[in-house]
Structures are given as structure tokens and as C-alpha cells.
DNA sequence: AAAATAAGTACTGTATACAAAGTGCATAGT
DNA sequence: ACTATGCACTTTGTATACAGTACTTATTTT
């Protein structure tokens, strides 16, 4: 009785499974922006029919990461400096939300959550394994987001960092002041603690701004090879 | 030869023909939230196949405006208080972000359009007709949308309009001082000639606030009369 | 009479078939 | 040699068929 309620859980549509397959594809670089996304090809690939290629690539559409033409296709989604700059934007803005609203809503489990957080990526910045700095930090912001209590805001900038994933690994690699970046989420959780939702969100807005300049300049670098 | 180019931009495939139309139902009310959307109902009723339909459930699901449970079917997305309440907080930081934009972008053409749309506005809170004050206070900060330059960011909120689009007539039909409204939008324009971006966020807050507050009533309201 | 089980129905999930359109290559004509 | 036209192939757009699951209702058993 148990497994068969398993099975049904763990059940999925062959439209997700094909949905997930593909935006890591995407997401890992894989798929290439510009490169096609050819059904037929696919269905091969991953030995299903076009059916549910097609509703996973809708998906992929609606989630900004394949653009298709009408009677000629879809191919992965191409992103300018520009939209990665106006993406970047939009998360400063919403992170400085989430982190205002997790002042007022936040739990004491919510809390605990967050210091074990930060404790795990001081950790992470001593050793300098990159990776490990990078989901740590992750986890950290993604505490923030559930204390806010708004999954629709988790939503958005989960799609978001989503567009940028690629980039995720470009700012601790490059030129990031780690014990900064520590002290930064110390201040982060100090004010949340305190519910100073306005000094808060000044931290978080500077927190973010280093990794976006650095973002900017890997695009920048990026952009000028290409051409 | 022009015509024939005229035929090919006007073609749309079906499953975007089959989204608008249940996306407007949805919006319009048409279809209930809960209702359950029926591929083989909706496809006759449409006079399409399946196919077109499915996918076009598959981008209202990715819009919010629907929700499938594997095996059991699509339905229209239910909306509760507190989703409603995530969506406005959304917005709210949204639009401040939008406006803070202008204020940095705007064209000549931008403010000349927004002049424009300041003045029709006036017109139509004199007017009292709600359909036309509605309108113009739409177009008013959909000027703002596209001076703010951020196409993504354009999106996001059109879609976190959408998602309430059912209550956009309640403000202005209920407690609206539109005197108060008129000059609000004054402000921001002022604010946006004066390029003072600050405080033209703050204007846009409390004149977002009173919106706010409204749909709240409303919502309220209404679950009240349910229960 | 109530509860459980089984059968029937209706719907979704997936695959495939057919039609239409676009692309590219080859061939022929200038 | 170059261009234009036509044909073949690839790919998408749409419809339909078949399989499997869940829900409803009726019947049977306790």
C-alpha cells in the first residue's frame, strides 16, 4: 500500500521530466543559446514522442529560456548584456523585499535556520572551495527568501537567478574580499535580528551590488571576445 | 507582395490563439477559479484538437492563471487573500523600481507621453466614468513601464496585473478620491522632470498604498460573503 | 442498512500519422 | 560564372488513436 502511494508521489509527467532534462541542460550550458531545439531530435534523445517536447518547451518559453518562431522553432534563449543587467535589477529589488519581509515574518525556526546558514558559509570561506562557497551562500539567501513568507516572490527570483545561473560561480572565483562577504551576511542577520527592515535592506542592496559588478565585468570580457 | 507579408506576420498558431482566448475568459471571469479546463470540452468548444490546447494550459500554468494536478486535470487558479497580498507587495516594490528607472531613462518622447497621459487621466476623473479613468490610469503607468527600459521588468509586472486584473475596477469604483489620484500623478511627473528619484518612489508607494488598501476591502469582503 | 468492491465512464498521458511550410541544394538557363 | 527556379528534405502544426488512471455508481456481502 506504502510504495504504491510512493509511486504516485514520485510519479511525474513525462512533460516535466523532459522540462527539468532540458532547462539543466540549458542551465549547465549544454545547450548552447542560439542552439535548436529540434523535436523529432529530442523525442529521439530522450526516448519520448514530440508530445511532451513541445509542452516542456512551452514551459521552457514561459520561463524566459527558449524563444520560438513561429513554423521554425525554438532554440535556447540568447541573453544580451542588457538583459542580464535589467535581470540583475530586478533581483536587487526583490531581494531587498524578501530580506524586509523577513524582518517582519520571521520565525524563531526561521532564524535558527538562517544562523546555521551562516555559520555553514564561514566555514565554506575558510576552506576557499569554491563550490562549497557558492551553494553556501545560496543557501543562506534562500533561508532569507523562505522567512519572507511570499512564495510567489520566491517564484520570480528563483526564475531569475535562474537567467544567470551560468554566472553563479564568477564572483567567488574572481575578485570577492570573502571575509567581507562574510561580515556581510553578519550584518545581514544582526539587522533581521534587530528588525531594522530599512538598515537591512541598504546592507543587502550592497551585499548584491559587488556580485553584480562582477557579473557585469565576466559579460563585458565575455561580449568583447566574442566580437 | 505586401499582402502576403502582412499574411505571414498576422499568423499566429493555434495554441497561441487557444491561450489568449482562455486567458482572457480567465481574466474576464468566464471561466470560474476553480473551474476545471477540459481538454476535450475546450477543444470542441474552440474548435481545435487537443494539442493546441494542452500547450496552451501549459503557459497559463506557467502564468499563475492555472494549476494541473498530474492525472487529474488543469483548473483555474484559485486566489487566496494572502496570495493576493504577495502579489501587491510584489508590485509595489516592482513599480517603485520602474518609476526609479524613469527617472534616469526617460526620453523626450517618454515624458511627452506621459504628459499626454497625465492630462487624459485629468479628462476622465472629471468625467467620472470609471471605465475611462481605469483606462487612462493604465496607460499612465504603462508610459512609466516603458520609459523605465527594462523589458523584463515590463513582463513582470504585466503579469502581476494580471493576476489581479479581476479587482482593477474595485479602487476606482469604491472610496477613490480622484482629485487625490489626479495629483498624485502630478507629483510623479514632477518628481520624474526633476529626476528625483527617491522621492518620486516614495510618491509612487503611497499612490500605489490607497490601491492597496482597496483591493484588500474588496477581497476580504468577498471571502467573508463565501464563508 | 452500511460498507466495500467491482464495473463502467470520462478524462488525461503519450504516441503517431498526416498536412503544410520553410530551407537548402542542385540544375538549368542566361 | 552567376542567378533563378524547382524539387527534395527537414521541421513544425494539428489531429487523432490508443493506453492507463481515477472517479462514480451500482451491486453484493456482511
Known amino acids: 500500500m506504502e510504495e504504491l502511494k510512493l509511486d504516485m508521489d514520485s510519479y511525474l509527467p513525462l512533460r516535466d521530466v523532459v522540462f527539468h532534462t532540458l532547462r539543466d541542460a540549458i542551465l549547465k550550458g549544454d545547450l ?7 523535436e523529432i531530435h529530442l523525442a529521439n534523445k530522450l526516448g519520448v ?9 512551452r514551459m521552457l518559453e514561459k520561463e524566459g529560456l527558449a ?10 534563449a540568447r541573453m544580451t ?16 523585499l524578501a530580506v524586509s519581509d ?11 535556520d538562517l544562523k546555521r546558514a551562516m555559520e555553514t558559509f564561514s566555514e565554506a570561506a575558510k576552506t576557499k572551495d569554491v563550490r562549497a562557497i557558492v551553494e ?16 510567489k516572490l520566491e517564484n520570480i527570483i528563483r526564475n531569475l537567478k535562474e537567467q544567470m545561473y551560468r554566472y553563479r560561480y564568477e564572483y567567488v572565483k574572481g575578485d570577492a574580499d ?11 542577520v544582526e539587522g533581521l535580528r534587530e528588525k531594522d527592515s530599512v538598515g537591512v535592506k541598504a546592507i543587502m542592496h550592497t551585499h548584491l551590488r559587488n556580485q553584480v559588478e562582477s557579473v557585469r565585468g565576466v559579460i563585458r570580457r565575455q561580449n568583447r571576445e566574442e566580437a
Open 32 to 38: 548552447a543559446p542560439g542552439e535548436r531545439l529540434m
Open 49 to 57: 514522442s514530440r508530445t511532451p517536447i513541445r509542452e516542456a518547451i
Open 67 to 76: 524563444v520560438t518562431i513561429p513554423r521554425k522553432g525554438a532554440q535556447v
Open 81 to 96: 548584456e542588457k538583459d542580464l543587467e535589467d535581470v540583475l535589477e530586478i533581483r536587487d529589488a526583490l531581494d531587498e
Open 102 to 112: 523577513a524582518c517582519n515574518r520571521m520565525t524563531e525556526e526561521n532564524y535558527a
Open 136 to 151: 553556501a551562500d545560496e543557501e543562506f539567501h534562500n533561508v532569507i527568501y523562505r522567512a519572507a513568507n511570499n512564495p
Open 178 to 188: 570573502f571575509l567581507q562577504l562574510v561580515n556581510e551576511h553578519e550584518q545581514i
